[in-house]
């Protein structure tokens, strides 16, 4: 039988017993906390820093765009970064996420306090309120509900990179799920797959409980609190840490690296491209499928689970399964992207069909042509303008996750720098970090041009 | 001077104070010692209760409460010495030099077989691959990166049997442990790699590999391998008690530890023997 298969039977039946299940809640606890605190920090971080920067006041923009210095590092290389610096386990881990969410929820906040209506703002103006009093009263409470909606969005995105900094030595499930793969208890790897994906809809139940009713959100400071003292860094070697990072300058390559950096970066490209492909290939027959105005519930429904469930287990988490599937290297990296933005693309390309204006279809409809005329004449091609914006999307995140798969072996920029890393090379392992962030800030200002090009109403993460 | 509750003056003061009783936390000590294996069978924390006696074993030895820790990677368990989350490591021959030219760790104890430790090339039984030069145009797996007998001196042996890695197999890539190396060839990912014969005896042992389905086809010269080892600030008194504690263990009384650790008998471990090591990590550039 072909190798793919073989393997991919390995990791089935997911493998469950009482004594396991006991022995996970540990590492569950540990992802959690991590989570909880870092967005404690990054909340408390953020809401001042977004509101200095809505308000105008002195610092505020240059404190955001410190923090979103942060954001162009992506969350895995930030995790390595603090595991050098700081040790093991979840303080590194946390550190990591809070540094990474911190730069992603003050843009947002940043973002969304500008969109305040002007008028109340104007009227408190008036009144010789100053900025903290504006701020207070006048922004904080017009803008509670996008704060609280788009916050706990950050939050559903962290728990799932929680997962991925423990990959790297963050503690956690990430910690265990690269252990079992390591060490060939593949069905252990499935069980904590789904245990993955339960947390992932719990916390979606939970952010949908929680505006519904806001004041739960008092019980977070207290939790957040606890899980910095219990799962927070616990020692600080900042001697070793400054010298360490000290000696990471000036960032390095020799003649025969310089001459590889060509080919690492097209092969990262490439990953991105092909993954990206991928998604949309089969995300259109698949979004069809499960568009409620086309297809029918019998098909949607099962369709929208499956899209569901490819979308809630991260690329890294793809890409460490398909490594043993499909060996390390470029293709089980693309796949993992592949797959992902499928489960992403499906639920977009649904949603892009679910929209088109009615009238054009019920015109076609009226003429007597059949529900697949219907689609491949007027909704398809109605819907063709959010699909191109969507995939494109699609394709300036996957350039970004392009450089994370390969830090778990999938090749490119992010293998160099995993190598260089491993190996303790660190003036190499920085410049292909600065050749990272280069890659990232390229994906980011493309996916700024692409979003004033096409507004925001077709906001695609 | 009247008091202004938000006066920029008791901001600083409050924030002082909330910044000091972070970094207080932080730092707050207690008195476990704490021992890093680098994942080199591959294992997970969970998995750590499978070596709880080994943990009881040198708690009760050393006198003080122990947490066995198991990295995800190497590097981490390398620079965990160095930023002081580890206080004793099991290291292989290229993390040992590293650490020791890095951080100063100390080398106390090691198995006898360590000093004359082999690397194994392996592929499947049925395979055309008999000699080192076979291996032109195949795919390779390697184990990790700086993995001594799953890396280092596998490369050096097809080097000096005159294969570049680089340029004459199809390709390699690293697997990251050995377990991970013998699954790949098992199932035909990779057509041959380069595994720690300990691992590979034991894995065929467990019955986790069908060993009839795999054949070595060459064996490496002697080379020093694995290590225990003390972070350079550890009280001599305490390293003293961890080498004893190994150095005591005898297949009569303690199996089920000497079962943990793949081995019969330990003996002292000195940084001269690495010198070959760190000539060899040095000529393939990597170290």
Redesign the interface.
């Known amino acids: 039988m072909d190798?793919f298969w073989?393997?991919l039977a390995a990791f089935f039946p997911p493998y469950v017993s009482a004594h396991?299940l006991l022995?996970?809640i540990?590492?569950v606890a540990e992802s959690l906390g991590m989570t909880v605190g870092a967005m404690f920090v990054a909340y408390l971080v953020s809401l001042p820093v977004g509101l200095a920067m809505a308000t105008e006041a002195p610092g505020g923009r240059a404190a955001q765009r410190f923090l979103a210095g942060f954001r162009a590092i992506p969350d895995l290389t930030l995790a390595i970064f603090c595991?050098?610096?700081?040790?093991?386990?979840s303080g590194a881990g946390m550190l990591a996420l809070a540094l990474y969410y911190m730069g992603a929820v003050a843009k947002m906040f940043g973002d969304l306090l500008r969109t305040a209506p002007a008028a109340p703002v104007a009227a408190l103006r008036a009144t010789g309120a100053n900025r903290a009093q504006i701020a207070l009263f006048g922004l904080l409470p017009l803008k509670s509900a996008d704060l609280l909606t788009y916050g706990s969005y950050e939050f559903e995105s962290a728990v799932r990179a929680s997962v991925i900094v423990g990959?790297?030595?963050g503690?956690g499930l990430g910690?265990?799920l690269?252990?079992?793969?390591?060490?060939?208890?593949y069905q252990?790897t499935t069980t904590l797959i789904i245990i993955l994906i339960l947390i992932v809809s719990g916390i979606d139940r939970l952010t949908v409980a929680l505006r519904r009713w806001p004041r739960l959100l008092w019980l977070f400071p207290p939790i957040g609190i606890a899980a910095?003292?219990f799962y927070?860094?616990?020692?600080?070697?900042l001697g070793?840490?400054a010298r360490?990072f000290a000696g990471m300058f000036p960032p390095t390559l020799s003649a025969r690296e310089w001459h590889r950096l060509p080919a690492l970066i097209g092969e990262t490209v490439g990953i991105a491209a092909a993954g990206t492909a991928f998604a949309v290939v089969f995300a259109l027959p698949l979004g069809l499928a499960s568009a409620r105005n086309i297809a029918p519930g019998w098909v949607a429904v099962p369709v929208r689970r499956l899209l569901e469930t490819l979308r809630s287990i991260p690329e890294v988490v793809w890409g460490l399964v398909l490594i043993?599937v499909a060996?390390?290297?470029p293709t089980a990296g693309a796949l993992a992207l592949g797959l992902h933005s499928l489960g992403c693309l499906g639920r977009l390309y649904a949603e892009s069909f679910e929209n088109v204006p009615r009238a054009p279809v019920v015109a076609l409809a009226a003429t007597g042509a059949g529900p697949i005329s219907v689609a491949g004449f007027a909704t398809f091609p109605l819907a063709l303008g959010p699909i191109a914006a969507h995939s494109l999307f699609r394709f300036e995140w996957n350039l970004r996750m392009a450089t994370v798969v390969g830090l778990i072996?999938a090749g490119g920029i992010g293998q160099a720098l995993y190598?260089a890393?491993?190996?303790?090379f660190y003036r190499p392992m920085m410049a292909y970090l600065l050749v990272t962030v280069a890659i990232v800030a390229a994906a980011d200002f493309l996916n700024e041009r692409t979003r004033a090009y096409f507004g925001w109403s077709y906001l695609a993460r | 001077m009247p008091l202004h509750p938000l006066s920029r003056r008791n901001l600083i003061v409050v924030g002082a104070a909330a910044l000091l009783t972070i970094v207080s936390g932080v730092s707050r000590a207690d008195d476990t010692i704490r021992i890093g294996m680098i994942p080199d069978a591959g294992a997970t924390q969970v998995s750590i209760d499978q070596k709880a006696p080994l943990q009881a074993y040198l708690a009760k030895e050393l006198g003080h409460p122990v947490k066995l820790v198991i990295p995800t990677s190497y590097n981490a368990t390398v620079e965990g010495l160095g930023n002081g989350s580890l206080d004793f490591a099991y290291l292989g021959g290229l993390t040992f030099v590293k650490a020791h030219g890095r951080y100063g760790v100390a080398p106390l104890v090691q198995r006898d077989i360590d000093k004359k430790f082999h690397s194994l090339f392996i592929t499947q039984a049925d395979s055309s691959i008999h000699a080192l030069a076979d291996l032109k145009g195949k795919t390779f797996a390697f184990g990790d990166i700086n993995s001594t007998s799953g890396h280092l001196m596998p490369y050096r042996a097809m080097v000096k049997a005159g294969i570049d890695p680089d340029k004459d197999l199809k390709w390699f890539r690293y697997t990251g442990s050995h377990a991970a190396t013998v699954q790949a060839v098992a199932a035909g990912v990779a057509e041959a790699g380069s595994v720690d014969e300990t691992v590979f005896r034991a894995l065929i042992a467990e019955n986790k590999v069908d060993g009839k389905k795999l054949r070595v086809f060459f064996t490496s010269p002697d080379f020093v391998d694995y290590v225990w080892v003390a972070r350079k600030d550890i009280d001599p008194a305490i390293q003293k008690k961890f080498a004893e504690a190994f150095l005591r263990l005898t297949p009569e009384h303690d199996a089920a530890i000497l079962a943990i650790l793949r081995g019969n008998k330990f003996v002292t471990a000195t940084a001269a023997e690495y010198d070959d090591i760190e000539d060899v990590a040095k000529r393939l550039a990597m170290f």
């Open positions: 190798p073989t393997q396991y022995a996970l540990g590492p595991v050098v610096l700081f040790g093991l386990g990959a790297v030595g503690g910690s265990e690269v252990g079992t793969l390591a060490g060939l208890d252990r910095l003292y927070g860094p616990h020692f600080l070697a070793h840490a360490t043993v060996g390390v290297g072996g190598d890393q491993q190996l303790m």
